[in-house]
């Protein structure tokens, strides 16, 4: 090939990348992320641009119930508005989808754990132990509910010490650190 052919084909594929973000973005494209990371949904924007986002996500999933990406959105800005009920509704949907993510069983355990349902939230995070025996969320939300609600603190600090033995030097691990020596 020469060296003018080459030019072209780059210059034609950044087009069509560019192209393709441009369309994707004025379709109302989201941020697309696979599942919920760290077991807290990041969004960002004001009150309006979630209500855009919910807006958005609930007319997919009323004409596509099987959009996983869309319940899990949905659920995510339900989280991060503080509306619990909404978050463990849209992440069942999720679950229904795909039962055994840990990242949704863990987002959806700690909005069980917002209202009140301890049971229903050691649940999910143990589930999502089960799946994922390296899921650092899940096992520090186990210590958390056993700590802060069900006043076990000699469970909290199994979980806990299981979490230190994988992750012993980040901005969560010294938490657990400072919990555990308060709790002892």
């Given at each position: 090939?020469?060296?003018e052919n080459?030019?072209?084909?780059?210059v034609?594929?950044?087009?069509?990348l560019?192209?393709?973000?441009?369309?994707?973005?004025?379709?109302?494209?989201?941020?697309?992320?696979?599942?919920?990371?760290?077991g807290i949904?990041?969004?960002a924007?004001?009150?309006?641009?979630y209500q855009?986002?919910?807006?958005?996500?609930?007319?997919?999933v009323?004409?596509?119930?099987k959009n996983?990406?869309?319940?899990?959105?949905?659920?995510?800005?339900?989280?991060?508005t503080?509306?619990?009920?909404?978050?463990?509704?849209?992440y069942?949907?999720a679950?229904?989808?795909?039962?055994?993510?840990?990242?949704?069983?863990?987002?959806?355990?700690?909005?069980?754990?917002k209202?009140?349902?301890?049971?229903?939230?050691?649940?999910?995070?143990?589930?999502?132990?089960?799946?994922?025996?390296?899921?650092?969320q899940?096992?520090?939300?186990?210590?958390?509910v056993?700590?802060?609600?069900m006043?076990?603190?000699?469970?909290a600090?199994?979980?806990?010490?299981?979490?230190l033995?994988?992750?012993?030097?980040?901005?969560?691990?010294?938490?657990i650190?400072?919990?555990m020596?308060?709790?002892?």
């Amino acid at each position: 090939m020469k060296k003018e052919n080459i030019l072209y084909v780059a210059v034609a594929l950044l087009v069509g990348l560019l192209g393709g973000y441009l369309i994707f973005s004025l379709a109302g494209g989201k941020k697309q992320v696979e599942t919920p990371t760290a077991g807290i949904p990041m969004g960002a924007g004001t009150p309006a641009d979630y209500q855009s986002r919910i807006t958005e996500a609930e007319k997919i999933v009323a004409k596509d119930p099987k959009n996983l990406q869309a319940w899990v959105s949905l659920g995510n800005d339900y989280f991060d508005t503080s509306q619990p009920q909404k978050a463990i509704d849209a992440y069942g949907k999720a679950l229904e989808l795909n039962p055994n993510n840990p990242d949704i069983l863990t987002d959806q355990g700690v909005m069980f754990r917002k209202v009140g349902w301890f049971d229903k939230a050691l649940a999910n995070f143990e589930k999502a132990q089960q799946v994922d025996p390296k899921h650092l969320q899940s096992l520090y939300n186990i210590g958390v509910v056993y700590m802060d609600d069900m006043k076990q603190p000699d469970k909290a600090l199994k979980s806990w010490s299981r979490y230190l033995e994988m992750d012993s030097t980040s901005p969560t691990a010294q938490q657990i650190k400072a919990a555990m020596e308060k709790a002892k």
